[in-house]
């Protein structure tokens, strides 16, 4: 009987302790993968931030000097990186679309933007609006950027 008072004991001093110790590590562990992935979320947001801002000011400069092509190049360039970061799988047709866009409004058309459209793989075919130039869907029967009615 002494015996098993002896291991009961030997059970609570030893054994407790080590399971409440356990637990501890493990929240810690746990709040320590919780800060870390927050770091990692934060430095993207602020990555994200910066892109963002990098292309919003290579627009800007680009609508004081519109006829600038390397400008042009670079403020495409900027916009796609940007892009890029909300899709991993690539620059989506469109992003493109709205980037030429972007592109097209601060220059008022002065220049031809430069680049091609960048395609996906396994992407839907599309073609050229007769009427507007604009890109849409083969699928649809009207476009999306002129309104006007495909046969
Ligand atoms: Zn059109």
Same mark, same amino acid.
Request: proline share 1%; charged share 30%.
């Given at each position: 009987m002494d015996m098993f008072i002896f291991l009961f004991v030997l059970f609570v001093v030893v054994a407790v302790p080590i399971a409440i110790w356990?637990? #501890? &590590?493990?929240?810690?562990?746990? #709040?320590?993968? %919780?800060r870390e992935r927050e770091e990692a979320y934060s430095e993207r947001e602020e990555a994200y931030r910066n892109a963002k801002k990098a292309y919003k000011d290579s627009l800007w400069a680009l @609508?004081? %000097? @519109?006829? +600038?092509? !390397?400008? +042009?190049?670079? !403020?495409? &360039?900027? $916009?796609?990186?940007?892009? #890029?970061? !909300?899709?991993?799988? $690539?620059?989506?047709?469109?992003d493109e679309i709205a980037l030429q866009n972007d592109i097209k409004?601060?220059?008022? $058309? *002065?220049?031809e933007v430069q680049g091609t459209v960048e395609t996906v793989p396994g992407q839907e075919p !599309? *073609? &050229?609006?007769? /009427?507007?130039? $604009?890109?849409?869907? *083969? #699928? /649809?029967? *009207?476009?999306?950027?002129?309104? @006007?009615?495909f046969e």
């Open positions: 356990g637990r #501890r &590590e493990r929240i810690q562990k746990n #709040r320590r993968a %919780d @609508s004081e %000097d @519109s006829a +600038n092509a !390397t400008l +042009n190049y670079r !403020t495409l &360039e900027l $916009g796609r990186k940007l892009a #890029r970061m !909300t899709r991993p799988n $690539g620059v989506a047709m469109f409004a601060v220059t008022a $058309g *002065k220049v !599309t *073609k &050229e609006c007769q /009427f507007c130039g $604009g890109i849409t869907l *083969k #699928r /649809f029967i *009207k476009c999306k950027h002129c309104g @006007s009615d």
